[in-house]
């Protein structure tokens, strides 16, 4: 078992910028992917960005491609979400994830690929 824990949201200006935290514990060392999910009122939830922890690859929405950074602190067990520029539409409850077993690429940013959730953030942009 994983549990995650999300930190940093917040009400920002448009322009602003904010990091969010998920602090991991428990079978952490399981986990082979962590990513970060966004969900607005009656939207479906959407993934944001993706990290495969081995390696460092990371991947992005097309969305916040150039403002936002996905980046880990494996010393404290902890996924950031570094975001700027933010914008209006960005407005959701931020949720982080994590998953213990491999995936095909094109699945990295979908929801249903990943085992373990934080109960979320709210980021509000007005």
């Known amino acids: 078992q994983v549990q995650l824990v999300e930190s940093g949201g917040g009400s920002v200006q448009p322009g602003q910028s904010l990091r969010l935290s998920c602090a991991a514990s428990g079978s952490t060392y399981t986990s082979i992917y962590m990513a970060w999910f966004r969900q607005a009122p009656g939207k479906d939830r959407e993934g944001v960005a993706t990290?495969?922890?081995?390696?460092?690859?990371?991947v992005y929405a097309d969305s916040v491609k150039g403002r936002f950074t996905i980046s880990q602190d494996n010393t404290k067990n902890t996924l950031y979400l570094q975001m700027n520029s933010l914008k209006p539409e960005d407005t959701a409850m931020y949720y982080c994830?994590?998953?213990?077993?491999?995936?095909?690429?094109?699945?990295?940013?979908?929801?249903?690929?990943?085992?373990?959730w934080g109960q979320g953030t709210q980021v509000t942009v007005s």
């Open positions: 990290i495969h922890l081995s390696s460092g690859t990371t």
């Open positions: 994830a994590a998953n213990p077993s491999p995936f095909a690429r094109p699945l990295w940013l979908v929801a249903g690929s990943f085992r373990y």
